[in-house]
């Protein structure tokens, strides 16, 4: 079938095509990411050299609020992002890397015990499975076993966009969070486009429009994607680009939340605590919301309700809005067509 060949197409071109990051022949899994935090930084330090250089992704997908949390690395590669989060979740939390290749795979699980050394750990928090992320169930996950999903720059891979995110929903924990960057394109990529085998391998074949992003994660029953970073793509390879011509391309981070649908959801009025590690000061939710520790803001109902119902709730403090808030008031919502470019309409 096509999909099948759509697989073996993707497991080719990053088992024997890729050996390192420098092979890449594009910018896009290189896209400049914004500032560390020193507790990242110090994380990354602490993965093998030898799983940082058989890593393609762009940049890094952390979401914030990560202790005790059950993560699912969705096209985890040769596992460096799996195991930076291994060291943030804690003992008591877990990890699990899925991806096809068999030989990322293989050097990821070759490091298991070099990290869990390294962290200092007991018992392994962190395991890694052959598997396709549009078929989790083949792979032996079970419903509602994850309180975060990740995906870096691999969704554009699959044949089944439908299906990555459907599974992904499945796996999740009420309240639970897909958190991802990916790649969209400005136009319906032609087939030309589409089939190329290094524009496909390097992310940009498969990129999808924005639009079906958001209807794609609201029919499988998330609730609207939120934009959290934006960032045009430079392409730097002059064969390339005369194939793509006039094509643009973004990387974007966004975060889906599997909300219970309880009742009609009401504006509210928040409180950040100021105690997620690393975000002490202020927590940057999404292009529309950052929250300083101790100050009061009004939300919308939909924020409202993603905040009382995921691993937030705790950071919080949430009362029903009575008015204006005194301290501060619901922000105009960013429009997603601007912060993609202005292109992207």
Known sequence: SRALRDQERRSDYYGKDLQKSED??????????????????????CVHDDVVSRYYGCGLVIPQCLET??????????????????????????????????AQVEVAKKHIDYHMKKFGYQVPNVDFIHGYMEKLGDAGLKDESYDIVIS???????????????????????????????????????????????????????????????????????CPPRL???????????????VIGDCQFVSATFRLFKVPRKGAAERCQVIYNGRVTG???????????????????????????????SRFAEEFLIRLAAGRAPGGCCPAKVKVSDKLGGCYT
């Open 152 to 222: 870096n720059c691999v969704i554009n891979l699959s044949p089944d966009k439908r299906a990555v995110l459907q599974e992904a929903y499945r796996v999740l924990k009420a309240g639970g969070e897909m958190y991802f960057s990916d790649v969209y394109a400005s136009c319906d990529l032609p087939e030309d486009i589409r089939k190329h085998r290094v524009l496909w391998g390097e992310c940009l074949g498969g990129a999808l429009w924005w639009k079906d992003l958001y209807r794609i994660a609201e029919e499988v029953g998330f």
């Open 279 to 309: 975000h002490e000061e202020e927590l940057e939710f999404d292009a529309n919301f950052t929250f300083k520790e101790g100050e009061v803001v009004e939300v919308d109902a939909e924020t409202a309700a993603i905040l009382r119902s």
């Open 228 to 242: 959290v970073t934006a960032s045009r793509i430079t392409i730097n390879n002059k064969e390339l680009e005369s």
């Open 69 to 102: 949390c059950w993560i699912l690395g969705l096209g985890s590669g040769s596992g460096r992002d799996c195991y930076m989060l291994s060291k943030l979740v804690g003992e008591k939390g877990h990890v699990t890397g899925i991806d096809m290749t068999d």
């Open 24 to 45: 890449l022949q594009t910018n896009t899994c290189v896209t400049l990411a914004r500032p560390l935090p020193t507790f990242i930084k110090e994380a990354l330090k």
